[in-house]
């Protein structure tokens, strides 16, 4: 990680803390750079397209301890993060099978990977779901290299995802969620997201959720850079609009990201 991206996390993180009520627990940093480690390895050269969701989900320190096997990990892509943390850039979350023991609830976002597909889909009739679901590809190593192929043409292509929160904030329990949500999301996009994406100038950004836009609107509409909103993939619709919703990203991305 560059020192400049580690020394806006860590003030970003200080600021999160100290803002928020004692009582609620979030990420710890070394999960929260970890995160960030992920993030910057799937980083493009040239950034046409953000993704820009609202965040990964919180990872507590005894899931953070569990590794990936590198052995396994090494055959598919060398020199990858090992930490398990619960973000979609990290192989091993919703791939039990990747790692070294079993981390409970390890469902994954398996939504995202179907987002990721879309995106470098060469046409909006077939997206390529069938590679990257596990009751399509059911063997863990084939499953593994589709979805690492995935990621490198989002890199080629200069896709990138980034979240408004630093930490995970999804969380059960937490009493006054959306007014906490709103002032972390603040936090990070004044301290750290606003300089990412003010150097990167991407062409596009899709914002992921209209929690989200109802948050940034007015932030990003400051950017002056073109940016589209789609609703969450596990929002309500039946399944012609949820499809609709990733053709969406498919023709964004084969317009700006090319």
């Known amino acids: 990680m560059k020192e400049k991206i580690e020394r806006n996390i860590e003030r970003t993180y200080g600021l999160i803390r100290k803002s928020i009520p004692h009582r609620i627990q979030v990420d710890s940093l070394e999960v929260v750079k970890q995160v960030e480690e992920y993030r910057q390895f799937w980083k493009p050269d040239e950034i046409n397209v953000i993704l820009l969701a609202e965040s990964h989900v919180s990872t507590d320190e005894q899931d953070y301890k569990i590794k990936c096997r590198k052995a396994?990990?090494?055959?598919?892509?060398?020199?990858y993060p090992l930490h398990f943390v619960r973000f979609v850039y990290c192989l091993g979350y919703g791939e039990n099978g990747l790692l070294e023991r079993k981390v409970r609830n390890n469902i994954g976002t398996w939504q995202f990977w179907k987002i990721f597909s879309s995106c470098v889909a060469e046409n909006e009739h077939n997206l390529g779901f069938q590679k990257?679901?596990?009751t399509k590809t059911p063997s863990l190593l084939q499953r593994l290299e589709n979805k690492v192929n995935i990621l490198k043409k989002m890199k080629e292509k200069g896709i990138w995802l980034l979240d408004a929160s630093i930490v995970g904030l999804y969380r059960s329990g937490i009493k006054n969620y959306k007014k906490i949500v709103k002032k972390i999301i603040e936090i990070c996009?004044?301290?750290h997201l606003l300089d990412i994406i003010n150097e990167q100038q991407p062409k596009h950004i899709i914002v992921i959720g209209k929690a989200v836009e109802n948050i940034l609107g007015s932030e990003l509409?400051?950017?002056k850079i073109p940016f589209t909103?789609?609703?969450q993939p596990q929002a309500r619709g039946n399944s012609q609009e949820q499809l609709e919703r990733y053709k969406k990203y498919q023709r964004i991305c084969a317009r700006y990201a090319q």
Do not use: A, E, F, G
Not at 72 to 79: F, Q, T, V
């Open 72 to 79: 396994l990990i090494s055959k598919i892509i060398p020199n």
């Open 132 to 134: 990257v679901l596990k």
């Open 229 to 231: 909103t789609v609703p």
């Open 221 to 223: 509409r400051k950017t």
């Open 189 to 191: 996009w004044k301290n």
